[in-house]
C-alpha cells in the first residue's frame, strides 16, 4: 500500500501528531525547546503561578545571548554580581539572573556566559547536534527558523507558547500551508547564501512567506554548504514565514557525523536510514511555488528598513513611484538618510557588524578574514567581530582568524547576539550607519537612530575596508 | 485571559505598512521579567514624534488599532500584545499579520482580524472622521461593523477565524489547562519515540 506523495514539512508534521480531531488545531509534540533569558520569565512564572512543572527538562535547552555583552567575559564562572561583573546594566542582569534561578528550579541544562557551550541559541543548537532532520523544534525567538537547514520543523514562538511547551511537551497548531522556493542554476562566484536570501524575500517581499512553511529546493540550495543553508533559513521569518526547511542530504550526515549530541553508532545508522525518508516526495504538491534564477544573483543589500527593501549592490537607492510600496519607501528613504538616485556603493558607513545567528558561524567568519587579510580597516570606521558561540571562537582562534581581524583593525569579541538587536551594550549611536550581517534592518533595531544596510561576511568586511558599501571584487 | 465576545470603541488609523515588533516595542523594553506595565514603551520611538498618531488627544480613549498591511512582523517577542493590551487596545485590525504576532495576540486576547485593504482604509477614514465612527468587533458574528464616521450607510465587514480559536477567545481558555486533559495522549506518544533523539540532560 503507497501514501499519497507528502512534502517534507508534512512528513515532520504527519510524525508528530499527538492527537487530531476535527475543528481542532492538531496537538504537535516538540522534540527540542530551546530558551533564552528574554522571553522566558513569564512563562516561569507562569508555571509557579499554576504549581506546574516542567515535563521535559531532558528536552530543553537554556543559554544567554541577547542581552550580554561581548567583552569583559573571562571565562567560565564569570561573576554576574559585583565590580568583576561584565554585566553593567541591573536589568540586564535581573534578567540573566531570573533565568539561572528558573533553570536550576526546574532542572534545565543551561549555558551561562564564559561557559564554553555558551553562544547564541540558534548556533549552539546546530553545533552540539541537537539539531537533527525530522525534528521539531521551538524558542521564543523568531530565527528558529534556523534550524530548518537540517531539515527539522523549527520555528519561532511566543512567551505564552513557550509555557505551554514547557507545561506539556506539546504545541496546539494549526497545519501551515507549504511553498516552495526553487532556486534553480548556480550561484556565480562572490555570491553568497546571504545574498540569495536577500534576493528572495526582495522578490516575495516581507509578508510573501506569511502562513506558509516554505521548503527551499534547487541546485543553488544542494550545492550549499550546512553554514550557507542556515543562513538561508535563519531568514525565513524576514519573508514572513514562520519555518524554512532544507531537505537532508550528504551534506546534512557530514556536518552531523560526530557532534556531541548526534546518534553514534548502530543509532547512527537507524538514524540516517530514517532521514533519508525524509525529502518531499516526487510528485507531492505544494500550495505554491516560486522559482528564482540563481545565475541571475550579484551581492545584494539593503537600502530601507525592512529586509524586503533589498537591491544588488550595483544598484542605485530607489525613488518612492520605482517601489512596490511608495509610501514606505519615502518612510524609510528619510529615516535612513538616503537620497534616490545615490549609487548603493556611495554609501559611507560608521560602523561593520559580523556576527549574530544569521552569520556568526565558522564559515562566516572565515569568509571576512579571507578578504579583510593583509588589508585594514578604514579609518573612522570601526568593526566588530563577534562568533556566534563560544565555540565559534576557539575554532576561529585555533586558525588564526582573531589575529587576521585584529590586525586590520577590528574588534575581537565573545559570543552573544551582540549588534544584532539593541540589547546589550553593543548598539548603534543615534544617526550612525552599519552595514551588518544580521537578519534585521528595522527602525532602531540595532540602537536607537540606528540605520542599518544588511549584507554579506564578505561584503561586510570590504565594507570596512573602502568604508562604503563594497563588495569584494571592487577592492 | 479576558474573553473576547464583542467590543465597541473608537479606532485608531495608523496608515503604516510593515510595522514590526521591533516598533510596537523596542529590545529596550524587553528586558523587565513581568507581563505588566508594557504600555509606556508602546510606539516608543514613534511616540517621540508630538504629531504621531498616539499622540493626538482626539484619538485618546481609542481601543482598536486600524493598520496597514503586515503588522506584527518579525520578532516573535509577546511583549508587543502585551503592550497594545496594556495600553487599552482590545482588537487590532489589518490586512495581513506577521503569523507569530497573530498567534500571540490570540494567546492573550487581543483579537487580530484580517480584513481587505479596501476595508480597512474605509474604516480608517470613519475613524479619522469628525466625529468618528463607532467600530464594533464582534467576535460572535465574526463581523466589523463601523456605524457614523462619514458613512452613507452602516459598513458590515465579515472576517474570518477558525472556529477553536473564536471559542478559545469567547471563553477565555487558557491552553495548557485545555492540551493537559490530553494527557494521557502525550504519555502514550512519548512512548513511541525513537531512543536516539537527544537529550540535553
Redesign the interface.
Known amino acids: 500500500m503507497s501514501s499519497a506523495p507528502r512534502t517534507l514539512a508534512e512528513k515532520i508534521w504527519d510524525a508528530h501528531v499527538?492527537?487530531s480531531r476535527q475543528?481542532?488545531?492538531d496537538?504537535l509534540?516538540i522534540?527540542?525547546h530551546l530558551v533564552h533569558e528574554?522571553?522566558s520569565?513569564?512563562a516561569f512564572?507562569g508555571l509557579r503561578a499554576?504549581g506546574?512543572k516542567v515535563?521535559r527538562?531532558?528536552?530543553?535547552?537554556a543559554t544567554e545571548d541577547h542581552?550580554v555583552p561581548t567583552t569583559g567575559i573571562t571565562g567560565p564562572g564569570v561573576p554576574l554580581f559585583g565590580p568583576d561583573s561584565p554585566v553593567t546594566?541591573p536589568?540586564?542582569r535581573?534578567?540573566v539572573e531570573?533565568l539561572r534561578k528558573n533553570t536550576a528550579e526546574f532542572?534545565?541544562?543551561l549555558h551561562p556566559m564564559g561557559d564554553a557551550g555558551q553562544g547564541i541559541v540558534h548556533v549552539i543548537g546546530p553545533q552540539l547536534?541537537?539539531t537533527?532532520p525530522g525534528?521539531t523544534i521551538v524558542c521564543?525567538?523568531?530565527h528558529t527558523s534556523t534550524h530548518g537547514a537540517v531539515g527539522a520543523l523549527a520555528?519561532?514562538?511566543?512567551?505564552?507558547?513557550v509555557?505551554?511547551v514547557l507545561?506539556?511537551?506539546?504545541l496546539?497548531q494549526?497545519k501551515?500551508k507549504t511553498m516552495a522556493i526553487n532556486v534553480e542554476g548556480a550561484l556565480p562566484d562572490g555570491v553568497t547564501a546571504k545574498d540569495l536570501i536577500l534576493a528572495i524575500i526582495g522578490q516575495i517581499g516581507?509578508?510573501g512567506g506569511?502562513?506558509y512553511v516554505v521548503e527551499y529546493r534547487g541546485e543553488a540550495i544542494r550545492a550549499l554548504s550546512m553554514e550557507g543553508r542556515l543562513t538561508v533559513c535563519n531568514m525565513s521569518?524576514?519573508a514572513?514565514?514562520?519555518a524554512g526547511l532544507i531537505a537532508p542530504d550528504e551534506v546534512t550526515f557530514e556536518y552531523l557525523r560526530g557532534r556531541e549530541?548526534?546518534?553514534q553508532g548502530a543509532?547512527?545508522d537507524?538514524?540516517v536510514a530514517?532521514w533519508k525518508t525524509l525529502p518531499t516526495d516526487a510528485g507531492a504538491v505544494f500550495d505554491h511555488e516560486v522559482t528564482i534564477d540563481a545565475t541571475a544573483l550579484a551581492p545584494y543589500v539593503t537600502w530601507g528598513?525592512?529586509p524586503?527593501q533589498a537591491l544588488p549592490l550595483s544598484a542605485s537607492v530607489p525613488a518612492p513611484g520605482q517601489t512596490r510600496?511608495p509610501?514606505?519607501t519615502e518612510?524609510a528613504l528619510t529615516y535612513m538618510g538616503l537620497t534616490a538616485g545615490t549609487p548603493l556603493n556611495q554609501i559611507a558607513v560608521d560602523t561593520v557588524f559580523v556576527g549574530s545567528c544569521t552569520n556568526g558561524r565558522i564559515e562566516d567568519l572565515r569568509a571576512a578574514a579571507d578578504v579583510i587579510r593583509g588589508r585594514k580597516v578604514a579609518d573612522g570606521v570601526r568593526m566588530l567581530v563577534v562568533p556566534g558561540s563560544m565555540q565559534v571562537r576557539a575554532q576561529a582562534e585555533a586558525e588564526g582568524l582573531n589575529a587576521v581581524f585584529t590586525a586590520a583593525g577590528a574588534e575581537w569579541r565573545s559570543a552573544g547576539c551582540s549588534m544584532c538587536?539593541?540589547?546589550n551594550p553593543d548598539t548603534l549611536a543615534p544617526g550612525e550607519r552599519s552595514a551588518s550581517t544580521s537578519n534585521?534592518n528595522?527602525?532602531?533595531?540595532q540602537g536607537?537612530g540606528g540605520r542599518t544596510h544588511l549584507v554579506s561576511p564578505d561584503v561586510a568586511a570590504a565594507t570596512a575596508v573602502t568604508g562604503r558599501l563594497t563588495a569584494p571584487a571592487d577592492l | 485571559m479576558e474573553p473576547f465576545v464583542t467590543h465597541t470603541g473608537r479606532a485608531l488609523p495608523l496608515?503604516?505598512?510593515?510595522v514590526?515588533t521591533?516598533?510596537i516595542i523596542?529590545?529596550?523594553y524587553?528586558?523587565?521579567?513581568?507581563?505588566e506595565g508594557f504600555g509606556d514603551g508602546l510606539f516608543a520611538?514613534w511616540r517621540e514624534d508630538p504629531s504621531f498618531v498616539l499622540n493626538q488627544p482626539r484619538y485618546a480613549g481609542t481601543t482598536i488599532l486600524v493598520a496597514g498591511?503586515?503588522f506584527g512582523?518579525?520578532?516573535?517577542?509577546?511583549?508587543a500584545?502585551w503592550a497594545l493590551l496594556d495600553y487599552g487596545f482590545r482588537a487590532v485590525i489589518a490586512p495581513?499579520?506577521?503569523?507569530?504576532f497573530r498567534?500571540?495576540a490570540t494567546?492573550?486576547g487581543l483579537l487580530p482580524v484580517v480584513l481587505p485593504e479596501k476595508t480597512v482604509a474605509l474604516i480608517q477614514d470613519a475613524a479619522e472622521a469628525v466625529p468618528p465612527g463607532a467600530v464594533t468587533v464582534d467576535l460572535d458574528k465574526r463581523e466589523v461593523r463601523v456605524d457614523g464616521g462619514g458613512l452613507s450607510e452602516l459598513l458590515v465587514a465579515p472576517f474570518q477565524i477558525?472556529?477553536?480559536t473564536r471559542w478559545r477567545l469567547m471563553e477565555g481558555l487558557d491552553?495548557?489547562g485545555?492540551?493537559?486533559r490530553?494527557?494521557d495522549?502525550?504519555t502514550a506518544?512519548?512512548a513511541t519515540?525513537?531512543?536516539?533523539?537527544?537529550?540535553?540532560?
Open positions: 499527538v492527537r475543528g481542532e488545531p496537538l509534540f522534540d527540542l528574554v522571553t520569565p513569564q512564572d499554576a506546574r515535563r527538562p531532558d528536552l530543553t535547552l542581552n546594566d536589568v540586564s535581573t534578567q531570573a532542572g534545565i541544562e547536534g541537537f537533527q525534528m521564543g525567538d523568531s520555528f519561532g514562538i511566543g512567551t505564552s507558547e509555557e505551554h507545561a506539556t511537551q506539546t496546539p494549526i501551515p516581507t509578508g506569511q502562513g521569518i524576514e514572513g514565514a514562520r549530541h548526534a546518534p543509532d547512527w537507524t538514524a530514517y528598513t525592512n524586503g510600496d509610501g514606505a518612510r538587536l539593541g540589547m534585521r528595522f527602525e532602531g533595531r536607537k | 496608515r503604516r505598512t510593515n514590526d521591533d516598533q523596542p529590545a529596550v524587553l528586558k523587565r521579567v513581568t507581563r520611538a498591511t503586515d512582523t518579525g520578532s516573535s517577542r509577546e511583549h500584545v495581513r499579520f506577521g503569523d507569530i498567534n500571540n494567546k492573550a477558525d472556529d477553536y491552553d495548557i485545555l492540551t493537559l490530553n494527557e495522549s502525550i506518544f512519548e519515540r525513537p531512543s536516539w533523539l537527544p537529550s540535553t540532560v
